[in-house]
């Protein structure tokens, strides 16, 4: 018996040493699975036969089955199959493990294993306040000195009229840095700061109970709300109030260097007023109007007031298209189709003020809104008119909201059925891997997360599941991307205060940009397929940046799945 058991152990050892596969090539969710949830790991090259899920306590196969068929993925060049172990429910730690495949990394099966990327999900947006220190208490390693006061930010000439000429100095404080750079955005403020206020007025009582050790905690305001304010604080002084319009950004000419936020000391311009910057304050503002009532109804007064002015000037001026100034160089969030951007505030305006010439106002019959993304803002209307859909005048059509909400919903499963990964990223090619492909499937989730919510359907929530799985390690790169999360974190993001700081460790919660094969940055890549091109280094803006607009959907979807893990 001894003798077998140590033959047993050798070949064992021989066939994981002579294996060309490395941990992790056996690739899955790094964090784990919830007891009753849908569970799939990817083999790579092929693999087909038995796989086991080894007990990490006892090292002894617990559960044990065949892989289905392999596929090949033209975006990833791999040929994969899926081992499928959803019937194991227990809780514990395991790995899985492949005869001539690999295995993976260690994983949990546990309740509540959502929780903490929830909470850091949201607190990479405190990480990233401007106009204020970051106090150990509640950053731990990361705490730093403040950065950008903003108490005097400069008119640029492009946005110079006749009250605030060129070089007219205004306060612009508060607010979050866009990404890796220390930058405010109107644009994609719009997006990122909406997905939060939807995540809280679509999960209330989740939000309302989410301690998330930020200076407001305690106050009478749920931690989430307090950490949206603090953009809305900004937001709010980047409106013109002589005229309504809303400066397209607050910014440095040129990007700082790799430096803290306190060493990054050059002047700070609001530069041009624009359509699209002054509509996407509008819809948030509307937003905020509805959300705030509860709690501070002065601010949703002012932030209703706000919004339609905004509104107004963006309906008398509907073509000032963002056009970046020869001496600036920083972020352009260019764009210039608008429709979209009209729709949305529009909708936003009418749901919160219930007034029909908002909705009148614009033509809402499309039937394939598609995929939201900062310059796409159309389903982000979609998206509040479903969720309030029993709350709208006569004016609206409730057949076509749900219609709208189910033909996306229905879209992004037949990809999830299709897909090699069991994911919805490649519905048109390459085209969902663009840069920040990982915002990209984190609004399909967002979209999917609706469709359950309308139908009770429970598909459309194990695709969302499938995608928070891709997005922690069940993708063709085999990263979790997000920092501080699973066994292999990105490290090198492309931000400036974890470049800076001294500290190994990026700051916590952040979603890396995600793979997409542009390489716009110029750096050296181990891959060039749409989704493995990806480089974990400072170099690599184009795929390692982290981002508001890419980090507020996969808050909304860890908070969703937490609150539906039982369903
Ligand atoms: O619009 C075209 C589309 O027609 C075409 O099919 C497609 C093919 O790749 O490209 C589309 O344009 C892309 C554009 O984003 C719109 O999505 C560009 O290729 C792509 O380079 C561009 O990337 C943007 C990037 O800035 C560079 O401008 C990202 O979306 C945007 O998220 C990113 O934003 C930066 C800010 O400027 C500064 N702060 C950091 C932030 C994140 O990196
Ligand atoms: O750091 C910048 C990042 O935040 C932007 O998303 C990116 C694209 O606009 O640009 C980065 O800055 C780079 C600049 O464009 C070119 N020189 C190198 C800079 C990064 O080190």
Not at 4 to 15: E, G, Q, S, V
Not at 226 to 254: A, C, F, M, S
């Amino acid at each position: 018996m001894k003798i077998r058991i140590t033959i047993f152990l050798i070949t064992n050892f021989l066939i994981s040493t002579t294996s060309i596969y490395a941990q992790g090539d056996i690739k899955l969710n790094q964090i784990g699975f919830y007891p009753d949830a849908p569970k799939i790991a990817i083999l790579p090259d092929g693999a087909t036969g038995i796989f086991r899920v080894v007990d990490i306590s006892t090292d002894e196969p617990a559960y044990e089955a065949e892989t289905n068929e392999p596929k090949f993925w033209d975006l990833s060049g791999e040929t994969v199959s899926i081992a499928d172990f959803s019937d194991f429910t227990t809780p514990g730690r395991y790995r899985i493990e492949h005869e001539s495949a690999g295995h993976s990394f260690d994983f949990a099966i546990r309740d509540e294993i959502l929780i903490d990327l929830s909470k850091a999900s949201i607190k990479a947006f405190y990480f990233n306040r401007a106009s204020t220190e970051l106090i150990e208490e509640h950053a731990g390693r990361w705490a730093r000195p403040m950065g950008h006061p903003d108490e005097v930010v400069y008119i640029h000439e492009s946005a110079a009229t006749e009250e605030r000429p060129e070089g007219y100095e205004f306060s612009s404080p508060k607010g979050w840095y866009d990404a890796g750079d220390y930058n405010k955005y109107a644009v994609n403020s719009g997006i990122s700061t909406y997905t939060l206020l939807a995540a809280f007025e679509h999960f209330p009582e989740y939000y309302r109970n989410l301690d998330l050790n930020i200076p407001e905690s305690g106050d009478k305001v749920p931690d989430l709300l307090d950490e949206i304010r603090w953009n809305l604080d900004w937001l709010i002084t980047t409106q013109d109030p002589h005229d309504g319009g809303v400066y397209h950004k607050i910014t440095t000419k040129d990007f700082a260097g790799m430096v803290m936020p306190h060493e990054a000391t050059a002047d700070r311009f609001a530069v041009m007023k624009s359509t699209g910057g002054t509509l996407n304050f509008a819809a948030v503002m509307a937003t905020a109007a509805r959300v705030y009532n509860e709690y501070d109804p002065g601010f949703a007064g002012e932030a209703l007031e706000a919004a339609e002015f905004a509104w107004t000037w963006a309906v008398q001026n509907p073509e000032v298209y963002y056009e970046q100034p020869s001496d600036i160089q920083t972020g352009a969030y260019g764009n210039r189709k608008l429709e979209d951007e009209f729709d949305w505030a529009a909708a936003e305006l009418y749901i919160t003020t219930r007034i029909d010439d908002y909705w009148n106002a614009r033509d809402f019959d499309q039937i394939n809104v598609g995929i939201p993304s900062w310059s796409y803002v159309r389903p982000l209307a979609w998206v509040s008119l479903a969720h309030h859909r029993n709350n709208l005048t006569d004016a609206a059509d409730l057949n076509l909201i749900e219609e709208i909400i189910m033909g996306q919903g229905n879209e992004l499963l037949e990809e999830y059925d299709r897909s090699p990964y069991a994911i919805t990223m490649g519905r048109y090619g390459r085209s969902d891997f663009v840069w920040g492909s990982n915002g990209v499937i984190g609004n399909h989730s967002l979209m999917l997360i609706l469709a359950y919510r309308l139908s009770g359907v429970k598909d459309y929530l194990d695709a969302a599941l499938a995608n928070m799985d891709y997005l922690l390690g069940r993708n063709a790169t085999g990263y979790s991307f997000v920092t501080g999360f699973g066994s292999k974190p990105p490290k090198g993001i492309h931000h400036r205060q974890s470049a800076a700081d001294g500290i190994e460790d990026p700051v916590p919660g952040f979603v890396a940009g995600g793979p997409q094969a542009g390489q716009q940055d110029g750096c050296e890549y181990p891959a060039d397929l749409p989704a493995t091109t990806f480089l974990d280094d400072w170099c690599s803006y184009s795929t390692n940046e982290v981002t508001i607009n890419w980090n507020a959907p996969l808050v909304y979807l860890t908070g969703a799945l937490e609150v539906f893990k039982n369903q």
